[in-house]
DNA sequence: ACAGCAATTATTGTTAACAATAATCTTCTG
DNA sequence: CAGAAGATTATTGTTAACAATAATTGCTGT
C-alpha cells in the first residue's frame, strides 16, 4: 500500500472550504487562511462550536502549523472563535445576551453614521446605492438568495465606509461579521433573507433628503426587527435537552 | 570582568517599567506583560514611534521571546502598536483623522450607553459614581493628578459596565485605551487634566433624574470638549519642522 | 571629506523537535 | 458488564536553532 496522501490525510467529513485536490495553488497567506476561514463561517459552512484543529487546517490549507495557530489568535481576538487553554479552539457560540448586545452596538454605530453621512452623501454615491440594491432585489427574483444575502450585508458596509469613519466602520465590520453565528446558533439554518429590502430603500431615501434622524430612526426599527426575529426563538439546545431527558414513560 | 548580569543587558537608557532589580518577582504571564506595556502607553512612559524591540523587551520582563512575540501581536491588533513586516512593532501614532474618528465612536457608543442606563440606573450605582468624583476631586486638590486623570479615565469604564453592555464596553475600553496616543502626539505631554469634572457631575445629575436623553447630551458635549482641545492644536512635527527648514538668514 | 560598496551586526521571521496536557482505548477486576 | 487504572494516541504549547531581512559599520577610491 502506497503511504496517506501527502494533503488529505486525516480530514473529518466535512472539509472547511474544498478537498476535491491538494489545494496548493501557490502558497497561501496567512491572510488568506484568515478570509477563508472567516468566509466559511459567515456562509454557514463552519457551524458554531465546530472545533478548529491545528494539523488538519495546515494540511488543508498547505501551510505550517505555526501559520495556522496565528490566524487562529486572530479569529480568538474577533471573537468568532473561542480558545479554551490547552483544549484548542471551536467557532464561537454567541450568548443570547450577547447577541442583544451586538444589536444594541449595531444600532448606536450605524444609526450615527447615517447622521453623519446624510450630511454629505454625493448623488452619485446615491446613485450607488440604489444600484446595489436592484442588483440585490434581481437575485432574490432569480433564486440566487446566496448572493442576496451577501448585498444585503454589504449594503451595510457600503454604507459605512461611505460614512467615513475608520475606526467605526472597523468595530461594525466585526460584529457583522459574528452575526451569522448569532442566527445559525439562536435561529437555525433557516436561509432565510434576514433584511427587509424596503427598508433599506427607505433609508436611501432619507439619505437622499438629507434628513439623517429620519434614515438614522428607520435603521434603528430595521435593525430591531432582524433582533427581533432572534429573540422570539427560545434557546434551542437547552430547552430540546431538557425536554428529551424529562419525558417520563408512562 | 564579569560576564554581562543576566536580566539587565542591552537596555536602553529608557527602561519601559522599572530597571532597580532583576524583575523575577515570579514568572510573568502573557497577560501580565501585555497590561504592563499597556499601562506604560496610557501613563506617557512609552512614547509613540518607540520601537519595541523583542529581545530587549523579554530581557525586561524575563520571559522567552515567544512570549513578547504574542503580546506585540495582541498590541497591534488593538492598534496601540503599529507592525511593519521585517521591521518590528513601534508604539502607535495616531493621525489626526483616526483621532476624530475616535471621537465621533466614542460619542456615539458612549451616549447610548447613557441613554440606555439611564432607565435603569440603581441608587447604589447613583452612590457609587458620586464617590468616585469625590475621590477624584481630592486627589486634583491634594496634587496627585496622575491618579485623578486615572479616576477621571475609569469613571467612563465604570459608566460603561453599568450599562452593561459587553459589546460596547469591550469596544469603548479598546478606545480609551488608544486616546492618551492621540493626546500626547497632538497635544504634547503638558499633563492638564482631559475631563472637566462638572461635565462628570452633570451627567450623573442626569442619570438619577432618570434623563437619558439629557445625560447624553451632556457626555456629547464633554466629549466635544476633549477633541476640540487637540484639533485646535497644529500637526506639531511637520509644521515645526518646515518653520525651521523655511527660515531664511534675513 | 564622502558617496558607494562590502562586511558585520542586529533584528525579525520560520520551523522542527520536544514537552505538556487532554482524549481515547485497553485491560483488569469485582 | 461496569468502571477504574493504566497505557496509548492525539492535540496543543514551548523553545531553541536556523533563516531572512534590515540596519550599521568600516573601507576604498576619487
Known amino acids: 500500500?502506497?503511504?496517506?496522501?501527502?494533503?488529505?490525510?486525516?480530514?473529518?467529513?466535512?472539509?472547511?472550504?474544498?478537498?476535491?485536490?491538494?489545494?496548493?495553488?501557490?502558497?497561501?497567506?496567512e491572510?488568506?487562511?484568515?478570509?477563508?476561514?472567516?468566509?466559511?463561517?459567515?456562509?454557514?459552512?463552519?457551524?458554531?462550536?465546530?472545533?478548529?484543529?491545528?494539523?488538519?487546517l495546515a494540511q488543508v490549507f498547505g501551510v505550517k502549523r505555526g501559520a495556522i495557530r496565528k490566524v487562529l489568535t486572530r479569529l480568538v481576538h474577533s471573537r468568532l472563535a473561542d480558545q479554551q487553554p490547552n483544549k484548542g479552539v471551536t467557532v464561537a457560540k454567541p450568548s443570547v445576551k450577547e447577541a442583544?448586545?451586538?444589536?444594541?452596538?449595531?444600532?448606536?454605530?450605524?444609526c450615527s453614521m447615517l447622521e453623519s453621512l446624510a450630511a454629505k452623501i454625493t448623488a452619485k454615491q446615491i446613485k450607488q446605492l440604489r444600484k446595489m440594491l436592484d442588483e440585490e432585489q434581481c437575485c432574490y427574483q432569480s433564486g440566487d438568495s446566496q448572493r442576496a444575502i451577501a448585498l444585503s450585508i454589504e449594503f451595510h458596509q457600503v454604507l459605512a465606509s461611505m460614512a467615513d469613519n475608520d475606526v467605526m466602520t472597523d468595530f461594525l465590520n466585526d460584529i457583522i461579521r459574528r452575526t451569522p453565528l448569532i442566527i445559525l446558533t439562536h435561529l437555525g439554518d433557516t436561509g432565510q433573507n434576514l433584511c427587509r429590502n424596503q427598508e433599506h430603500d427607505a433609508i436611501v431615501d432619507a439619505l437622499e433628503n438629507g434628513d439623517g434622524e429620519k434614515a438614522g430612526r428607520i435603521m434603528g426599527q430595521h435593525l430591531s426587527h432582524i433582533e427581533n426575529r432572534i429573540k422570539e426563538e427560545p434557546e434551542s439546545p437547552k430547552s430540546n435537552l431538557a425536554a428529551l431527558l424529562l419525558k417520563v414513560p408512562s
Open 31 to 56: 491572510d488568506d487562511v484568515l478570509r477563508l476561514i472567516e468566509q466559511a463561517v459567515m456562509d454557514h459552512r463552519l457551524p458554531p462550536g465546530t472545533k478548529l484543529k491545528e494539523v488538519e
Open 100 to 110: 442583544r448586545d451586538m444589536f444594541s452596538a449595531r444600532r448606536a454605530i450605524e
Open 1 to 29: 500500500m502506497l503511504p496517506k496522501a501527502k494533503y488529505l490525510t486525516n480530514l473529518n467529513e466535512r472539509t472547511i472550504i474544498d478537498n476535491s485536490d491538494p489545494i496548493l495553488p501557490s502558497a497561501l497567506s
